[in-house]
């Protein structure tokens, strides 16, 4: 069963790679044959300007599918009574706290942006999902469908021509990687979760509980002070990505309580057992599972080494900006390494970021957990 499992979700990344490298491929021919246009009649400089040029539009095209795509979930979930709550490209995000919107830097590794909103309530367990899920995707090939009627009568001017041909592979990509139902890494892309969400009421309502989660922690609202029913473990295994990201809430909760000895024994079991939590959630229990090592005075020893790996390394530096990552650097410093005035530089980060942090909430279970290492140094 778990060869099974496996085999699926490597098919699923295989799959994606290559409609990824079909699109870029396609993407590549018609700008090789745009550039082949304008060959003669140029100087070499002024090809040189048209390939920058080209770039640009590139990149201003994925950006652009990826707003309308995030913005295809907004308008579909606003349409079947969701509420706003974010709304991130890249590193900017816009949220809604206390009924008035702010701008903030935030950036979650693996994702080009995400649009959060509060879900309507759950009645008789259920809930409109597969219109909100499958919004983005519809976004992307209205864009690319309009794009590919404009190809023809725009071309006769390049960058026009250029522009659309660029917006329809980009969007039928987009479209197609998102739409078709894949597991990515263990990931369920959106058709996924249209598609087998209605099929488990327990994996519904745990999608229900973390966007219900999201709203609240933008409002201010601490993990610890939410209904302690939205984080009671699943029953049953964790081999369903939402029944799994369920049990990773519970452990979170109880670290926002700074019940460590209950977070360490929780983590333990969910770090060692096969289930289908992400790997961006492993490597962030790793960061609690070490900081409940280093403030109950437990050896940290074999916790330092995973912390040290490669792997994690490089994680920590790829979510350097993340306050979790920032405490645990700090704690690290202050109470395994003992290095004073590297501890001090991470907790002068840690405080920059926390002044500017989307969740004032987190931010302040982060820093009490800052202070208490700071106690027993």
Same mark, same amino acid.
Request: charge should be positive; glycine fraction near 8%.
């Given at each position: ?291 409940? $090592? +280093? /403030?109950?005075?437990? @050896? &940290? %020893?074999?916790?330092? =080494?995973?912390?040290?790996?490669? #792997?994690?390394? !490089? ?17 690290? $410093? +202050? /109470?395994?390494?003992? @290095? &004073? %005035?590297?501890?001090? =530089?991470?907790?002068?980060?840690? #405080?920059?970021? !926390? ?23």
């Amino acid at each position: 069963m778990k060869r099974e499992k496996k085999a699926k979700q490597d098919h699923g990344t295989v799959f994606s790679t290559l409609c990824m490298v079909l699109f870029g491929a396609a993407l590549g021919i018609f700008a090789g044959k745009d550039l082949f246009e304008i060959v003669e009649g140029v100087s070499f400089g002024e090809y040189l300007l048209h390939v920058a040029w080209l770039i640009v539009m590139m990149t201003a095209v994925f950006y652009l599918q990826t707003i309308l795509h995030e913005g295809g979930h907004l308008v579909c979930g606003l349409l079947t009574g969701y509420r706003f709550v974010s709304f991130r490209i890249g590193s900017w995000m816009v949220q809604r706290e206390n009924g008035r919107l702010r701008f903030h830097r935030y950036t979650l590794a693996g994702t080009a942006g995400q649009c959060l909103l509060a879900p309507p309530e759950l009645t008789n367990g259920k809930m409109p999902y597969k219109l909100y899920n499958l919004g983005g995707v519809l976004a992307n090939l209205l864009a690319a469908a309009l794009a590919g009627l404009l190809v023809v009568p725009c071309r006769n001017v390049w960058d026009a021509k250029v522009l659309f041909e660029m917006l329809c592979v980009v969007g039928l990509g987009t479209a197609l990687t998102n739409g078709i139902p894949l597991r990515v890494q263990g990931v369920a892309n959106d058709g996924a979760n249209a598609r087998d969400l209605g099929k488990d009421p327990a994996a519904l309502r745990a999608f229900w509980v973390q966007l219900s989660m999201n709203a609240r922690q933008a409002e201010g609202v601490p993990l610890r002070e939410m209904p302690e029913e939205w984080f009671a473990l699943p029953d049953g295994g964790l081999d369903n990505i939402m029944l799994a990201s369920q049990a990773v809430l519970h452990a979170n909760r109880l670290m926002s309580e700074q019940r460590f000895a209950e977070t360490a024994q929780c983590i333990d079991a969910l770090l060692q057992g096969d289930t289908a939590i992400l790997s961006l959630h492993r490597k962030l229990l790793l960061c609690d599972r070490l900081t409940c $090592a +280093l /403030l109950t005075g437990e @050896d &940290a %020893a074999p916790w330092l =080494v995973r912390w040290n790996s490669k #792997e994690m390394k !490089a994680f920590r530096k790829q979510m350097r900006s993340f306050l979790s990552v920032q405490r645990t650097e700090y704690l690290a $410093a +202050l /109470l395994a390494e003992r @290095d &004073a %005035a590297k501890a001090e =530089v991470f907790h002068r980060k840690f #405080e920059q970021r !926390a002044k500017t942090y989307p969740y004032a909430a987190e931010a302040a279970d982060e820093r009490a957990l800052v202070e208490l290492g700071a106690q027993m140094a």
